[in-house]
């Protein structure tokens, strides 16, 4: 069984910064790539960055040099550095994991129950 729990979550003034974890845990046996969603209120999920097995990044336009994401591979955790943050970036933010749980099994997409980020003054 594959689990990953968000943390990090909170209330932050306009300009301010937060740091999201994610750890992944169960019977894994290769992860492919990471990454972060976010849902905001009233709207559809949609995806921000990911982090693959060779380090690639890539981040949504909106988030781009705002947002970093980092993995420690040997602790199956990624992280979601946030500054500069701006009301729009409220939203319930998810991780996902991409990957296998054993040698035979398909790559299959894990997610997170979800953290609150809030940006309000």
């Given at each position: 069984?594959?689990q990953l729990?968000?943390?990090?979550?909170?209330?932050?003034?306009?300009?301010?910064?937060?740091n999201?974890?994610?750890?992944?845990?169960?019977?894994i046996?290769?992860?492919?790539?990471?990454g972060?969603?976010?849902?905001p209120?009233g709207?559809?999920?949609?995806?921000i960055?990911?982090i693959?097995?060779?380090?690639r990044?890539?981040?949504?336009?909106s988030?781009k040099?705002?947002?970093?994401?980092?993995r420690?591979?040997?602790k199956?955790?990624?992280?979601?550095?946030?500054?500069?943050?701006?009301?729009?970036d409220?939203?319930?933010?998810?991780c996902?994991?991409?990957?296998?749980?054993?040698?035979?099994?398909?790559l299959t997409?894990?997610?997170g129950q979800?953290?609150?980020?809030?940006?309000?003054s």
């Open positions: 069984q594959v729990v968000e943390s990090g979550g909170g209330l932050v003034q306009p300009g301010g910064s937060l999201l974890s994610c750890a992944a845990s169960g019977n046996f290769s992860i492919q790539s990471m972060w969603y976010r849902q209120p709207k559809q999920r949609e995806w960055t990911t693959s097995d060779l380090r990044t890539d981040y949504v336009d988030v040099g705002r947002f970093t994401i980092s420690d591979y040997a199956n955790m990624v992280y979601l550095q946030m500054i500069s943050l701006k009301p729009e409220t939203a319930v933010y998810y996902k994991a991409f990957l296998q749980s054993s040698f035979r099994s398909p997409n894990y997610w979800g953290t609150q980020v809030t940006v309000s």
